[in-house]
């Protein structure tokens, strides 16, 4: 493959943060050994603490680990291998001046070089930066060699200033060098949907109202906001999770077939799918706040910022209308898992008395797995039915490891495949199913309802 060839420079702006250490170095250490990167790719890392290239080489290798290469012998020799090519340059994220240095400091590491920029800084200074990097000509396609620049979300607090953030970046930075990050585009389990509907002839001719009763998308996490309340307190859960993971992964499991596997496409059905969905509606919503989570230093005494939510969407189209999306996002609950459950309308009439609906739960995470539930005779000489699992447990069906989501995105951007990135119309359409829900919360027209840590939630 003709990238792997290409002298690329990976810099990280953020390279002192969480996502850089607990997700992009590890990423790169794992496609560094699987041999996905390019032959001569350069780390850099950039941010505004002074730190020297050996300093940088002990962080990132405390990063790093053997999860990353089963054989201990030969890990050894990769991490040695890998923190050769890993290099710091401190600077202001507001300075043209020094983005510039780092421009001579990648020329005199690896002049001419593909250059993969990645923004792991907070929202605020997305734009300083943005255009300092500019200004210092970092990100300018010169002759054979790409230049890509990789956002991390939030994009934006709502359709407003989501699309203010869009247009200013659009200044910057044309669209195809853009790679806004949704890392739930890079789970396994995720980017099987498509797989799924449009590869099985069993499943398409009942994917609709006609045989789904509802849809069901939790995400559930156990621990609360430790440590990210700084950032989590200014947002909340609608914004963390559900403006971009959920509402993907609802437009995934609900848009209609792309004419064919391309990134415009995909985002095109995605787009009308989410413009389709009905905005959140303050009726069917609840939120919640856990108890103790304004016992953080980080949290103001005050805040009304919602850790948990669960609403019902409805899809204005003839494939879904009347059929109940539930979404549903909190942190500090009572289970760790993102799953999708399909729930399919009761056979017309039963011959064997009260039998269970059918469910598909796609699991994406922990232990991914799609299980579909069947009545089934229980053995033996009475007539009972028993609703049973057909499952397929990724671990038991495959022997290849499933990737970090970090893992493929990156790969995916030094290949320059778009597909799994978030596109400027479904990036609007998202926004503003939330949008009006969120300004009521802005207003303290909704407030969130107490509820215990480690439990299923406030009582809705
Ligand atoms: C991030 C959110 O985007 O996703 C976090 O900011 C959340 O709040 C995380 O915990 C969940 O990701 P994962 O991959 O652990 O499910």
């Not at 539930?373 to 033996?380: A, E, Q």
Request: glycine share 6%.
């Amino acid at each position: 493959m003709q990238y792997l060839d290409s002298p690329t420079n990976i810099v990280i702006l953020g390279a002192s943060g969480d996502l850089t250490r607990k997700k992009l170095v590890p990423a790169l250490f794992s496609l560094y050994c699987d041999g996905l990167l390019p032959r001569e790719f350069h780390l850099f890392g950039f941010a505004r603490s002074r730190k020297s290239d050996r300093e940088f080489r002990t962080m990132v290798g405390e990063t790093i680990t053997t999860r990353h290469q089963p054989d201990p012998s030969v890990c050894d020799i990769r991490i040695s291998e890998f923190l050769q090519r890993c290099y710091y340059h401190s600077g202001q994220y507001d300075s043209t001046d020094d983005f510039r240095k780092l421009r001579k400091r990648l020329d005199d590491v690896a002049p001419r070089s593909n250059l993969l920029v990645f923004l792991a800084i907070p929202p605020s200074i997305f734009l300083k930066t943005a255009n300092s990097l500019r200004g210092a000509g970092l990100v300018e396609e010169s002759g054979a060699a790409w230049s890509r620049v990789v956002v991390e979300k939030p994009f934006g607090r709502d359709t407003e200033s989501s699309l203010e953030l869009t247009n200013a970046m659009g200044k910057l930075f044309s669209e195809a060098q853009t790679y806004r990050i949704d890392h739930y585009l890079g789970k396994e389990v995720i980017q099987n949907l498509l797989l799924l509907r449009f590869g099985n002839q069993i499943f398409e001719p009942i994917w609709n109202r006609n045989h789904i009763e509802s849809v069901t998308i939790t995400f559930s996490e156990k621990i609360g906001v430790e440590g990210r309340a700084g950032y989590f307190d200014q947002f909340g859960i609608i914004r963390d999770v559900v403006q971009n993971h959920l509402l993907q992964a609802m437009a995934l499991v609900a848009m209609e077939q792309p004419i064919r596997m391309d990134a415009a496409e995909i985002a095109e059905e995605k787009t009308k799918l989410l413009r389709a969905t009905c905005p959140m509606d303050p009726v069917s919503t609840v939120t919640g706040q856990y108890e103790g989570y304004l016992a953080d230093p980080d949290v103001p005494d005050n805040s009304v910022t919602e850790t948990f939510v669960c609403t019902n969407l409805c899809v204005n189209n003839a494939r879904w209308h009347g059929v109940p999306f539930y979404l549903s996002a909190g942190k500090a609950l009572d289970t760790q898992k993102t799953e999708i459950i399909l729930r399919f309308r009761p056979v017309p009439f039963s011959i064997f008395g009260d039998i269970a609906e059918n469910t598909m739960v796609i699991r994406v995470q922990p232990n991914e797995s799609i299980e579909l539930r069947v009545n089934n005779k229980v053995p033996g000489v009475q007539f009972q039915s028993s609703s049973v699992p057909l499952n397929m447990l990724y671990h038991e069906e495959f022997d290849a490891k499933v990737p970090e989501a970090y893992e493929r995105l990156l790969l995916d951007v030094l290949r320059g495949d778009r597909s799994l990135f978030i596109q400027r119309r479904e990036l609007s359409a998202a926004w503003q199913i939330v949008t009006p829900f969120l300004k009521l919360v802005e207003e303290k027209m909704v407030r969130p309802k107490q509820y215990a840590y480690g439990s299923t939630g406030p009582k809705r």
